[in-house]
């Protein structure tokens, strides 16, 4: 059995429908002869309908969910009877999967993994001093509520010193929760985390990276949200940002060869506007790769399915 936390069920579709004779008449038939096959086993009359009308009575949305889990079932075992499966190991390297699978392979991968959430980093980051300042007044309740008693206790009227000992105590209680005692006297520490927020931000577009780390290898997903089974925050809580519940990922390879050599990429007046405009692109790729460019150990799958085998 399996419990998916992601499915990409247009790809899963899409590619069924090329590998089978039509996905729904082949989803049909699968269900016919498995009703056929559990009425002839032992067991009450008519024992093999009861999934058909649980699922004739839950809602269509429920309803989908099931056939979308056992047409992913009918089509893992359709890839793996016609061989178009390769698993990667957690032992294998990047050079065995270079020269053993490459490029556009479907491939089939089990370890544990990390969720690398971008826009946590980036929510987290802008709000981080708001939250230290307010953590720091809750922790340091007893302490101004200390303060407050003793000022409580003075007399309205009273001596110099006494005067002095409340003014030092309405000075404590003043910056007890200021964010000066985190030691960021100047303001500094959130303007560094503001910007370092729109870098994030603008460098990794709120992706979300499924990274699975092998014995010398890592292999990375891009998961679409639209296609989790929960939010984010929830499958976290669950399994923690680093599981340590192994996952089993199926997507296509997409990045595992070497990288090319982008060449000159100096825009010259000698250059056409198309030649020009390639450079850019070439630029602004080799930009972009400080943010998401491949390590040179890893591996870039596109995702079908993630989830647990039970």
Not at 20 to 34: A, C, F, N, P, R
Not at 73 to 96: Q, R, T, W
Not at 226 to 238: F, G, T
Not at 251 to 263: F, K, N, P, S
């Amino acid at each position: 059995m399996k419990s998916f936390i992601y499915l990409d069920q247009y790809k899963m579709y899409s590619l069924s429908s090329q590998l089978m004779e039509g996905v729904t008449d082949y989803i049909l038939k699968e269900s016919k002869e498995s009703v056929s096959e559990n009425e002839q086993q032992k067991g009450p009359v008519a024992s093999g309908r009861i999934i058909a009308e649980i699922i004739e009575t839950a809602s269509a949305s429920y309803e989908k969910k099931f056939l979308h889990d056992y047409a992913y079932s009918l089509f893992e075992d359709k890839l793996l009877a016609e061989g178009k499966v390769k698993d990667i190991n957690f032992e294998d390297s990047v050079l065995e999967v270079r020269s053993n699978v490459g490029n556009c392979k479907i491939v089939r991968v089990k370890a544990r993994a990390q969720f690398v959430d971008s826009l946590e980093i980036v929510n987290s980051l802008r709000s981080m001093q708001e939250v230290a300042q307010s953590l720091g007044v809750v922790t340091s309740n007893d302490a101004r509520e200390a303060i407050v008693t003793r000022i409580n206790e003075l007399p309205v009227s009273s001596s110099a010193s006494k005067k002095s000992e409340l003014a030092q105590l309405r000075e404590q209680l003043k910056s007890i929760s200021n964010p000066a005692i985190y030691g960021d006297t100047t303001g500094n520490a959130k303007f560094f985390q503001k910007h370092l927020a729109h870098v994030i931000e603008y460098g990794f577009k709120g992706g979300l990276d499924f990274s699975m780390q092998l014995d010398s290898m890592q292999v990375t997903a891009d998961l679409n949200r639209n296609n989790l089974r929960e939010n984010v925050d929830s499958i976290v809580k669950k399994y923690s940002r680093i599981t340590e519940v192994e996952f089993v990922m199926l997507g296509i390879v997409t990045q595992c060869g070497l990288e090319a050599d982008r060449g000159d990429l100096e825009i010259t007046e000698d250059d056409s506007l198309k030649a020009a405009i390639g450079k850019t692109i070439s630029a602004l790729s080799s930009f972009e790769g400080t943010f998401t460019g491949r390590l040179e150990n890893e591996i870039i799958v596109d995702p079908i399915a993630v989830y647990i085998q039970i």
